[in-house]
């Protein structure tokens, strides 16, 4: 059983940086595909980014060049690195693991999920 925790979420201001993290535990990191999803309010949750084993990205168009996720193989981390944050970003950010190959079949299919982490961005 995979086991995802999140951190790092919290307040910002509009403008600002910030970075969440997600520690993967419980099976061989180096066979999962990990990645980010987001879900405001009454919104349906949405992809944003992943990251395969050998560290291939992929991206939400609505992302791209804001958003930057890395991988740590050693300290089996994700981290998702946000800037130029817009109070529209409010939102729980989930993460997401799958037995995949390929960073954009997360969009797919998800095997596991994290309890997510709170950001919110202040105008």
């Known amino acids: 059983?995979?086991?995802?925790?999140?951190?790092?979420?919290?307040?910002?201001?509009?403008?600002?940086?910030?970075?969440?993290s997600c520690k993967f535990s419980g099976r061989t990191f180096s066979a999962?595909?990990?990645?980010w999803f987001r879900q405001a309010p009454g919104i349906e949750r949405d992809f944003l980014a992943a990251v395969?084993?050998?560290g291939n990205p992929n991206y939400a168009d609505s992302?791209?060049?804001?958003?930057?996720?890395?991988?740590?193989?050693a300290k089996t981390t994700v981290t998702l690195q946000m800037?130029?944050?817009?109070?529209?970003d409010t939102a729980v950010y989930?993460?997401?693991?799958?037995?995949?190959?390929?960073?954009?079949?997360l969009?797919?299919?998800v095997d596991?999920?994290?309890?997510?982490?709170?950001v919110t961005v202040s105008s």
Do not use: H, M
């Open 107 to 109: 969009v797919q299919r």
């Open 1 to 20: 059983q995979v086991q995802l925790v999140e951190s790092g979420g919290g307040l910002v201001q509009a403008g600002d940086s910030r970075t969440i």
């Open 52 to 54: 395969d084993s050998r």
């Open 63 to 73: 992302v791209k060049g804001r958003f930057t996720i890395s991988r740590d193989n």
């Open 112 to 118: 596991y999920w994290g309890q997510g982490t709170q």
């Open 94 to 105: 989930f993460c997401a693991a799958a037995s995949l190959a390929r960073p954009d079949g």
């Open 32 to 35: 999962y595909t990990v990645g």
């Open 83 to 88: 800037n130029s944050l817009k109070p529209e």
